[in-house]
């Protein structure tokens, strides 16, 4: 990040609650850990590095999606360029290429047991379906299974722990702080606001991508 930039995303700080217009074509943001404010930090990669120390996630390379993670600085660096396929070592935490073909992954369900009984074993994550994107999270294994085919949408079960669908037509989520679900509450403004007490995410301006909320 450009150190002009970083100073003044720095000096944004302490202002409580605004989101501000900061570029109409970068998907890109910085949270401040103060305020929650989702701020720009660059326009034109989407790699990200978490900075330890403020929480700032900012670019770091622009040809990679594939991430390792820094158990003492939690900076993610690129580590594979070629493969979208990780494997979570518990220890170091780093997160590495395991499988190259294959986005349907599973939790090694033996793993909590395992630690519990001072065996030292990685948390694998293998491949188990190949023709679905959907998962389930089955509370008793932790496997992650495919459970719907067709749909993007999501609700979380809170006593079971189950992802499950719930609506196919909206990307619009907002989360129920009581019982964790995800529900639509919107389906056409992409513009959110997160209320610092119910955690809800709601639309503020849905015609413009340029905003100031007071």
């Not at 910085?30 to 929650?36: A, E, G, I, N, S």
């Not at 290429?97 to 369900?109: E, G, S, V, W, Y």
């Amino acid at each position: 990040m450009p150190s002009g930039q970083k100073q003044s995303t720095s000096n944004l700080i302490h202002r409580l609650w605004e989101i501000h217009a900061f570029r109409a074509k970068t998907k890109h943001k910085l949270l401040d850990p103060q305020t929650l404010e989702i701020y720009a930090f660059g326009a034109n990669t989407k790699h990200k590095q978490l900075d330890p120390q403020t929480l700032e996630i900012y670019a770091f390379g622009a040809k990679t999606k594939h991430k390792l993670l820094d158990p003492q600085t939690l900076e993610i660096p690129d580590f594979r360029a070629k493969t979208k396929h990780k494997q979570l070592y518990p220890h170091t935490l780093e997160i590495h290429a395991f499988r190259a073909k294959t986005k349907h992954k599973q939790l090694d369900p033996d793993f909590g047991n395992l630690c519990l009984q001072g065996k030292n074993k990685t948390l694998e994550i293998y491949a188990f379906r190949a023709n679905t994107k959907h998962k389930q999270l089955d509370p008793q294994t932790l496997e992650i299974h495919a459970f719907r085919a067709k749909t993007k949408h999501k609700q979380l079960d809170p006593q079971t722990l189950e992802i499950y669908a719930f609506g196919a037509k909206t990307k619009h989520k907002q989360l129920d702080p009581q019982t964790l679900e995800i529900h639509a509450f919107r389906a056409k403004p992409k513009h959110k606001q997160l209320d610092p007490h119910t955690l809800e995410i709601h639309a503020f301006r849905a015609n413009t991508k340029h905003k100031e909320l007071d």
